[in-house]
Each structure stands twice: as structure tokens, then as C-alpha cells.
């Protein structure tokens, strides 16, 4: 993929700006038709993105490797189950009938890699318990959470964003910068996955076929 294409798969947040003035869209897109444009589009990005995704590797640029690798769907997959596997402790400990009946529906075959204790026996500190507890009472507290799977997807990927941040920041950069880049600017969840369990999952998810 070119620079060009991966310019347009950045979330416009990104070219907001720290104030309301920002990038107009419409300047973006003319400015990823030139080469000098899209120099200016990655000199406005923040400069702790531009030693991983787009710093040069061997054979080639890490950008175009990293989106070989991880195109935007096969990411949000690996987001996702890592989302639902770091909530594991709470989706085991669910047992009202609707919340479960809701979760098998919304996760799919994901709701099985949370019950797989070969990869993670889900044990967490006291405090990480709280805190996961606290966000899933109150998705689950929310009139809409039968309705819309959304609601839980936000709290999934969100957490999700933070276990692969934590460890693609020291271990994968590109992987890492291309994660934020994709997403609007937040900060990152508390992370609480072993690396083994996370390595299982970003394995798997990397050695898949297609998108």
C-alpha cells in the first residue's frame, strides 16, 4: 500500500490539530495527492509516531510492512479479542441469563476464547477486578445494552487498544504507532494481560489468510 493510501487510513483526529482550527478535510485529501503534501501530512503528525511506523527498515518502510501485516480489519479483530480476552474474569463470572444469552449472541466465537483457560487462567489483581468491574456493571446497568452491540464493543476495543499499546510500545513500535493512528487520540486502558495469553491471540491473528 502507498503512502498515499496509508494517509487516508488515519483517523482525521489526528490532523485536528491541538485546537478547533486543525486540518480542513478537504485540504487533507488534496494534500495526499503530492508528494510534498503528504511530507507535510506526516511532519504534522506527533513526533513520538515517527521513529516506529515510519522509520525505514531493512528491505523496506515499516509503514508498508505494518499494513501488509496488520490491514485494518485483521487489527481490529486482534483489538477485539483481546478486549474480550482481558475481560475473561468477568464474562466466566456471568451467569444472569439475559447478560449471558446477550454475550454469546454479540461475541460470537470470541465468547469461547474467554472461557479458554489453556491460554490465560484469568486471575487479577484485586484492584484491576474492581475497576473492570465497575465499567461492566455499568454497561450492563445501561437500558440499551440489549440492543445495542455497540455499547459493548466500545468497552471491548477500548480495552483492547490498551493491552496491544502496552506491548507493541516496547516490543513492535510500528505496530504500535499504526494502533493509535488508526483510532481517534485517547488515552490508553490499563494494561493487564500476561504476555504469553496476548502472544497467543497476536499469533493467531497474524498467521491468519486474507483480512
Not at 478537504?26 to 511506523?53: F, I, N, V, W
Amino acid at each position: 500500500m502507498s503512502l498515499q493510501a496509508l494517509l487516508g487510513e488515519l483517523h482525521p483526529d489526528w490532523h485536528a490539530g491541538d485546537t478547533q482550527g486543525g486540518l480542513d478535510p478537504q485540504l487533507c485529501a488534496q494534500a495526499r495527492a503530492s508528494s510534498l503534501g503528504r511530507r507535510l501530512l506526516l511532519r504534522a503528525l506527533p513526533a513520538t509516531h515517527m521513529d516506529g511506523l515510519f522509520a525505514p527498515a531493512p528491505g523496506a518502510k515499516a509503514s508498508t510492512a505494518i499494513l501488509r501485516r496488520w490491514p485494518r480489519s485483521r487489527l481490529q479483530a486482534l483489538v477485539r479479542d483481546l478486549g474480550v480476552l482481558a475481560h475473561a474474569p468477568l464474562i466466566r463470572a456471568e451467569v444472569r441469563r439475559e447478560p449471558v444469552r446477550w454475550l454469546r449472541r454479540s461475541l460470537g466465537n470470541s465468547y469461547l476464547l474467554a472461557l479458554d483457560r489453556s491460554i490465560w487462567d484469568g486471575r487479577v489483581e484485586p484492584g484491576v477486578h474492581a475497576r473492570l468491574s465497575s465499567r461492566w456493571e455499568a454497561l450492563l446497568a445501561d437500558p440499551r445494552f440489549l440492543s445495542d452491540p455497540a455499547l459493548l464493543g466500545e468497552v471491548l476495543d477500548r480495552q483492547g487498544r490498551g493491552e496491544l499499546l502496552a506491548w507493541a510500545q516496547c516490543r513492535d513500535r510500528p505496530l504500535a504507532d499504526w494502533t493509535r493512528l488508526l483510532h481517534a487520540r485517547e488515552d490508553a486502558a490499563p494494561a493487564h494481560l500476561p504476555e504469553k495469553a496476548l502472544l497467543v491471540v497476536v499469533s493467531h491473528h497474524e498467521g491468519r489468510d486474507g483480512d
